[in-house]
């Protein structure tokens, strides 16, 4: 059982590249987020989705964009990279509950530097 | 704006000892407090979850929780140099927040031998 994966582990662009980090998981949730990391600091969430075809902005969306065409899959697509965009970036997904709180599953992260 | 924070530490204990993590928030419509551990280059683990005002104890973790002064802890008893990590405090609102949480900046705790 995979759960949530995140690839690339890393990569480096330079200022004004394009990339796409991708996101899948095998657990049938409804509910994906990505969150960036920055150092010394907590999570800060970017965009979330709620179900295929249904996306929302986060915290600090800027500078990203996503797309959720199946449930597995939640890619986020950095257009024009920025140097602001160096960060750790954790994709994860919980299923929605009625009854209190679904925990979140994070995949294992993607480090990013750009220069 | 929803805040939560923490003290960013170092905080540096010996082993045996009680390390005490602290954090605050700031929206009052919040109803459930998570406690994440993250060793550095890993993702954030879920070690302890908290709703009701009190405490919560599971092993050497014990989380505490008082609503009316917007404060969460977790205790973490006989510190061995394997806790030693970065903790993160999480809030979640309930409701339409469609399991979002948010996270303090993070403790960092050192347990030295």
């Known amino acids: 059982n995979a759960g949530v994966t995140q690839t690339p582990k890393f990569r480096i662009l330079k200022i004004g590249q394009s990339m796409t980090l991708q996101c899948t998981q095998d657990m049938n949730h409804n509910y994906m987020y990505w969150y960036r990391q920055d150092p010394g600091m907590g999570l800060k969430l970017i965009y979330y989705?709620?179900?295929?075809?249904?996306?929302d902005k986060g915290e600090v969306p800027n500078g990203y964009n996503v797309s959720r065409s199946t449930t597995e899959d939640f890619p986020l697509r950095l257009e024009l990279a920025a140097p602001s965009q160096t960060s750790v970036y954790f994709c994860a997904s919980s299923y929605s509950s009625l009854v209190g709180y679904s925990p979140l599953h994070f995949g294992n992260g993607t480090r990013l530097t750009v220069t | 704006q929803k805040e939560v924070e923490q003290n960013s530490g170092p905080l540096s204990v010996p082993e045996g000892a009680i390390a005490s993590l602290n954090c605050t928030y700031s929206d009052r419509v919040s109803q459930s407090f998570f406690w994440y551990r993250q060793y550095s280059g890993k993702s954030p683990e879920l070690i302890m979850s908290i709703y009701s005002n009190g405490d919560k104890e599971d092993g050497r973790f014990t989380a505490q929780l008082n609503k009316a002064s917007q404060y969460v802890s977790l205790l973490i008893r006989d510190s061995q140099p394997s806790d030693s990590a970065t903790y993160l405090c999480a809030a979640y609102a309930g409701g339409t927040s469609y399991g979002k949480l948010t996270f303090g900046q993070g403790t960092i705790l050192t347990v030295h031998p």
């Open positions: 989705s709620v179900g295929a075809g249904i996306t």
